[in-house]
């Protein structure tokens, strides 16, 4: 798998990616929100390698996710912020919370007429 995933951190920060990129020297990294960002502000391959992960779709998160230099990774919790999590934005990565697939494809279907 090296080279093809995206390692998640879950709090260890610099330490974590440090011990990541000893065995896998092109690794993608991913974090939760804002605090993630101030974290590996000083990681000169954070816009490349770096995700930021949330549910807040604000304006000021997003910005502040982005202002870290990082890319953004959204993610759909349930199904009353799914529309927010897939509008479209310039450098989004969208991942959905494979927990809550069925929910939201339940009531996404719901929505839509097929005939």
Do not use: Q, W
Not at 7 to 31: E, H, T, V
């Amino acid at each position: 798998m090296i080279g093809k995933v995206v390692y998640a951190l879950n709090g260890s920060g610099m330490a974590g990616i440090n011990a990541i990129l000893s065995i896998d020297p092109d690794a993608r990294f991913i974090d939760k929100g804002v605090g993630f960002g101030a974290t590996v502000k000083d990681f000169s391959e954070r816009g490349k390698r770096c995700f930021c992960y949330t549910s807040d779709t604000s304006d000021e998160n997003i910005n502040a996710i982005r202002n870290y230099g990082c890319l953004l990774a959204l993610i759909s919790l349930n199904p009353d912020n799914f529309e927010d999590s897939i509008r479209c934005k310039p450098d989004m990565c969208e991942f959905l919370h494979t927990s809550d697939f069925k929910a939201i494809e339940e009531n996404y279907l719901k929505k839509i007429k097929l005939y």
